[in-house]
């Protein structure tokens, strides 16, 4: 197998031998049309010359022909004979009925077929103007231009007059040198040249390849391709390559933290569950003890459930994998639902539950889902607000979407705390929440955007430690189904 170091080396010499050749045909033909537009030029002044030489004497009144009584053919007088001879080159005088009356000594010492052929090629040679090249036995080219001689009398027809033209169709020497020596030279300079550039840029690439495979072994992460004079080419890709590296340091980062938080969350439970089941198989326990570590070890076994289940629905989430079971939902109801429930919630609690503003709205949702959105968001109002506060819910239509709001009094969240909500596992504190009644798992939040997200709505919150906070879910109206 060719590298590819090679295969372009050789894609490019190729490119380079196709451009010269069809330059060096491109001059080369223009040259020869300028050396054929010469010689025609040459061979256009001589005719004339001779047509001179004829009409002159004509108009002198001078003989132009000797008529003899034998000669089948006209022939010229000596005397114009003569001084058509004095006119260098292939000069053929042509009569009316397509014979040569007149031929200069060049055209004389063209010997048999040669003679005969061009003898009929000149007969139907147009009467002027055009040109003929005539190729002869020995290689040779001739050009021959034609000159009328109308209004000359005694039915002088033109004349052909040629030069010889056989430089006009040969590549002379010094393209010749060109062609053969310089032009591959210069080519095969550019190709070693085109080899060392292209294996320097190889080398480049093993190298930001060899480093990019380093850094990616999975414990490398924190490391970039470092830019150098050296890769300058290459600054863009390297570039693109570091960012790549960071999203991926990102999403490891995020995949390790999720699984020690998963994990975590789950031994805790887990201890406890242990520590139940051993406390009701003690032989010492009473019937009555024995009851109330089962109860308690029910109740861990529902929140490991609980905990699953959220896992798995970020999971399906995560992979596109969720069937949202869209159907048209009436909101109202649905928000009165919720309101209810809060209301036992917050009264637990001595917290007040309002609902102060409503609307009847249709959205196609689905409604399962909807409900858990709606819940989660005044659950977490009513657990994070202490007692005496207030827990305000309000259901609101506008031109485009409607939104589902939650507002509390309660504790609020910091500003530090404020941009991790929406993250997986994580809880203002942690060890608190943990420990005391109020202990979620921090995935409320993040399943409760999934759910707004993937009706093509959006869940925004705002909030003020000490002060309370303001969770606001948006959906739209209208379009993909939707209606009010
Ligand atoms: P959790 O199950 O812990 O409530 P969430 O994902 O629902 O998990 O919430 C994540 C964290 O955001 C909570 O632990 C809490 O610190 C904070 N939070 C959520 N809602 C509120 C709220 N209404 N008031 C104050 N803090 C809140």
């Given at each position: 197998?060719l ?8 894609a490019f ?5 196709a451009?010269t ?5 491109a001059?080369?033909?223009a ?7 010469d ?10 010359l001779?047509?001179?030489i004829?009409?002159?004497a004509a108009?002198?009144?001078e003989k132009v ?5 034998t000669?089948?053919?006209?022939a010229l ?8 001879q004095?006119v ?13 009356v ?5 055209v004389?010492?063209?010997q048999?077929v ?15 103007g055009e ?10 080219k001739?050009l021959f231009?034609s ?24 590549i002379?020497?010094e393209?010749?040198l060109d ?9 095969g ?9 292209l ?9 930001i ?7 990616t ?5 924190h490391?970039r ?5 050296e890769?300058?080419?290459f600054a863009?890709?390297m ?20 699984t020690a938080?998963a ?6 439970p ?5 520590a139940?089941v ?5 032989d010492?326990?009473s ?29 399906r ?5 969720f069937d949202?079971h869209?159907e ?15 209301l ?5 609690q ?10 009847d709205v ?7 889902r909807?409900?858990q959105?709606f ?8 657990k994070?607000?202490p007692?005496?506060?207030?827990v305000?819910?309000?259901l ?11 507002r509390?009094?309660?504790i ?27 202990g979620?798992?921090?995935?409320g939040?993040a ?7 993937a009706?093509g709505?959006t869940?925004?919150a ?8 303001l ?6 109206l ?7």
């Amino acid at each position: 197998m060719l590298s590819t170091r090679v295969k372009l080396t050789v894609a490019f010499v190729a490119g380079l031998v196709a451009v010269t050749i069809t330059l060096f045909l491109a001059v080369l033909a223009a040259r020869n049309n300028a050396v054929y537009h010469d010689i025609a030029l040459y061979a256009a002044a001589q005719g004339d010359l001779a047509a001179r030489i004829i009409t002159d004497a004509a108009q002198s009144k001078e003989k132009v022909f000797t008529t003899s009584d034998t000669a089948l053919i006209a022939a010229l007088s000596p005397k114009v004979v003569d001084r058509l001879q004095s006119v260098p080159g292939y000069i053929v005088v042509v009569d009316t009925a397509g014979r040569a009356v007149y031929r200069s000594s060049d055209v004389m010492r063209l010997q048999g077929v040669d003679m005969a052929t061009l003898q009929t090629q000149l007969a139907d040679l147009p009467k002027s103007g055009e040109a003929l090249i005539f190729s002869l036995d020995s290689q040779e080219k001739l050009l021959f231009v034609s000159h009328s001689l109308a209004g000359t009398p005694g039915g002088l027809s033109r004349i052909a007059s040629g030069a010889v033209a056989t430089r006009a169709s040969t590549i002379p020497r010094e393209y010749m040198l060109d062609a053969l020596v310089i032009v591959p030279l210069i080519i095969g300079a550019a190709g070693v040249g085109a080899f060392l550039f292209l294996g320097r840029t190889q080398r480049q690439l093993t190298e930001i390849t060899t480093e990019v495979a380093a850094i990616t072994d999975g414990r490398s992460l924190h490391r970039r391709l470092a830019l150098s004079e050296e890769t300058t080419d290459f600054a863009d890709l390297m570039m693109t390559l570091n960012a790549m590296i960071s999203r991926l340091e990102t999403s490891f980062a995020g995949l390790r933290r999720f699984t020690a938080d998963a994990s975590h969350e789950l031994k805790t439970p887990l201890a406890v569950l242990r520590a139940d089941v051993e406390r009701a198989m003690a032989d010492t326990s009473s019937q009555t003890e024995r009851m109330v570590a089962l109860e308690e070890a029910l109740q861990e076994v529902r929140r490991m459930t609980d905990l699953v289940e959220s896992l798995l629905t970020l999971a399906r989430a995560d992979e596109g994998r969720f069937d949202l079971h869209r159907e048209p939902v009436e909101l109202l109801p649905l928000v009165q639902e919720v309101y209810e429930t809060a209301l036992i919630l917050g009264e637990a609690q001595g917290v007040t539950v309002n609902l102060p503003f409503t609307a009847d709205v249709t959205v196609m949702a689905d409604r399962t889902r909807l409900r858990q959105l709606f819940l989660n968001l005044v659950t977490n109002a009513i657990k994070y607000t202490p007692a005496g506060g207030k827990v305000e819910l309000g259901l609101g239509r506008h031109p485009d979407n409607v939104t589902f709001a939650v507002r509390d009094t309660g504790i609020g969240i910091s500003a530090a705390d404020f941009p991790h909500i929406f993250e997986r596992f994580w809880r203002a504190d942690r060890v608190r929440s943990r420990m005391s009644e109020r202990g979620g798992f921090g995935l409320g939040l993040a399943i409760s955007q999934w759910i707004a997200q993937a009706h093509g709505g959006t869940l925004t919150a705002s909030s003020r430690l000490g002060r309370g906070s303001l969770f606001t879910v948006t959906l739209p109206l209208g379009g993909d189904g939707q209606r009010t």
